[in-house]
Each structure stands twice: as C-alpha cells, then as structure tokens.
C-alpha cells in the first residue's frame, strides 16, 4: 500500500529476528502520535488510516518506527513532556490525599479511643487535640506546596503551549 505522499507503507515490513516487539502500550503512543500528526495537518485522512491500520497490527517496534518516522520530532516529544508533567501532577495530589486519608482515619481513630477512656475512667482530657494538631500542620505542610507549585506548573504549561 502506498500514501499519498509516495512513502510506501507495508502492512508488515521485515523485521530482523532479533527486533524488540511492540507492546499495547507502544501501539498506543503511536496511534497518539499519529493522531496528532493528522489533526495538526502532516497527514491526510488517507494517510492516517493507512498508518493507524499499520499501527494497530504491529508486531515489532521497527514496523511503529517506520510509521512515524517522517514526522516531525517535536510530535512526539511535546507529547512526552506533557504526558510527563501531568504524571507527576498526578502522583503529587494522590500522595496528598494519602497523606490526609491516613491523618483524617487516625485523627479518628484517637478521637474514638479518647471517648471510650473517658467513658470508662470518667477522664476527660483533651488529649488528641495535640497529635491531631501538630500532624495536621503536617499535612497542611505537605498539601499547600504541592497545591500551589502543580498549580504553577499547569499555568506555566497553558503559557508555553499558547506561545508555541
């Protein structure tokens, strides 16, 4: 099969018998990839689904190679810095919620533990109201930098994909 553009695309180019295989994983990004060759203009609609049908039934990372190889570069690396930044976003507000799962339970559990001694000695000292307090400030330590800097960053990748 042959595009448009007169690059010809085979449903299956040889591969050497020791080419890595492609996994689910490697088939996706290039369909994304492809998909954001074809909505930024490189492809024509043609094209794209030749290539997409290529690269959903590649076996080899040699044949998802050859696919996007006369894309422009920065497809795939804007793609990966963006995919990169919103991972890390991600992995900072679920170590967040985490950190105040395990503060709001315990926080809990102390104050269920202070009832049921008070209950029985008929002492009712505040007590959990110290380590509730100080781990909360932890937590608000934790919560308020991460916060603020992933919203920083998502206001600073807006600018820099506006510009771009």
């Not at 920065?74 to 507000?93: N, P, V």
């Amino acid at each position: 099969m042959t595009t448009d553009s007169g690059t010809a695309l085979r449903s299956r180019p040889p591969a050497p018998a020791t080419a890595p295989l492609a996994g689910a994983a490697e088939r996706d990004r290039a369909v994304e990839v492809l998909g954001d060759a074809f909505g930024a203009g490189y492809l024509t609609k043609g094209e794209f689904d030749e290539r997409l049908d290529v690269a959903t039934r590649a076996r080899h990372r040699t044949e998802l190679d050859v696919l996007l190889a006369d894309l422009p570069a920065e497809l795939r690396t804007s793609r990966d810095r963006a995919r990169r930044r919103a991972r890390k976003a991600r992995a900072a507000r679920l170590g967040v919620r985490i950190h105040a799962g395990v503060y709001a339970g315990t926080s809990l559990l102390m104050v269920a533990v202070w009832l049921a001694v008070g209950r029985a000695a008929d002492v009712w000292y505040p007590w959990p109201i110290w380590p509730v307090l100080g781990w909360g400030i932890g937590v608000l330590g934790h919560a308020v930098p991460v916060t603020l800097a992933v919203r920083a960053r998502e206001r600073r990748g807006k600018t820099f994909n506006s510009i771009a």
